[in-house]
């Protein structure tokens, strides 16, 4: 990427509509059956998992750029699945300035993730985020909920489905100590975050709230790598985001992320303290 292709998208926080991204899912199950393949035949062909092509299918989740062209191939589909791709936008519960963002955590190698305000999406529970998007100005309606705390938990499936992908998540004392929807809801919470945070190749620390000052004050922030090597960085304010690709914007926040990793408590003293969080609620 050239200095002359570099941009920063900011867009509104409307919700995109879902109907193209059923008719992406209707396409690409129309050609897998003409094809003969089962989910389970098919998955290992394009290298995803089956629970992953029923959410594709079922319009729940956005096809990765990478599983569309392996499906053009696999399915022999003649370009269609392509051209519908092109018209896809994300499903309701993810807002547009975050659809660029999502399509690359789907391929993404390495992820990082800074956060102060809350515990990040990736590791939320049910209730946790039931309780964000309950509580939020201006208000959701019953059917807005859903569709946010769904399209939550389902980019979750990402811990699973990408072993290979190197997660780090520092986050801020007090998110975790805040009773957030209750001593029960973050009871769970935390017995979520070191469940999820058990594999090799996922990593927890906490910023503890003995440190005065740090190198996050800015506010969160996301850096992720693609299988290419290129660094994207992802920033959210209150009615926006940002979505970087300015290599020396990358390299600053790369800087702050791991001034942030040596000034948080390792990912075992992280675990510790967390067992004694839980332990007191």
Do not use: C
């Not at 992820?111 to 305000?117: C, P």
């Amino acid at each position: 990427m050239t200095d002359s292709t570099i941009s920063i998208e900011q867009t509104t926080n409307e919700p995109e509509p879902s109907d193209s991204l059923k008719a992406f899912g209707a396409a690409h199950k129309a050609f897998r059956r003409r094809a003969g393949y089962t989910q389970e035949q098919y998955a290992p062909l394009v290298g995803y998992q089956p629970g992953t092509i029923a959410s594709i299918e079922q319009g729940r989740r956005f096809p990765p750029r990478v599983f569309v062209e392996r499906a053009e191939e696999v399915l022999d589909a003649f370009g269609v699945l392509k051209e519908v791709y092109k018209h896809a936008t994300r499903e309701k519960g993810l807002a547009s300035w975050f659809r660029q963002w999502a399509e690359l955590e789907e391929q993404a190698i390495s992820l990082y993730t800074w956060e102060n305000r809350f515990v990040p999406g990736l590791l939320q529970t049910e209730a946790y985020a039931r309780t964000l998007f309950s509580e939020r100005i201006p208000m959701f309606s019953d059917s807005e909920i859903e569709a946010q705390v769904s399209a939550r938990l389902e980019r979750q499936t990402l811990l699973k489905d990408r072993p290979n992908t190197l997660f780090s998540f520092i986050v801020e004392e007090h998110v975790l100590r805040r009773l957030t929807g209750g001593a029960d809801v973050m009871r769970e919470q935390i017995e979520h975050i070191l469940e999820a945070t058990e594999p090799r190749n996922v990593e927890f620390q906490v910023m503890p709230m003995s440190r005065g000052f740090h190198a996050g004050l800015n506010g969160p922030v996301q850096l992720l790598e693609t299988p290419e090597n290129e660094w994207f960085a992802y920033s959210e304010g209150q009615e926006n985001g940002q979505f970087i690709v300015k290599p020396n914007t990358i390299s600053a926040l790369h800087m702050r992320y791991a001034k942030l990793r040596s000034q948080a408590l390792t990912p075992e003293d992280t675990r510790s303290l967390l067992e004694r969080i839980r332990g007191a609620l």
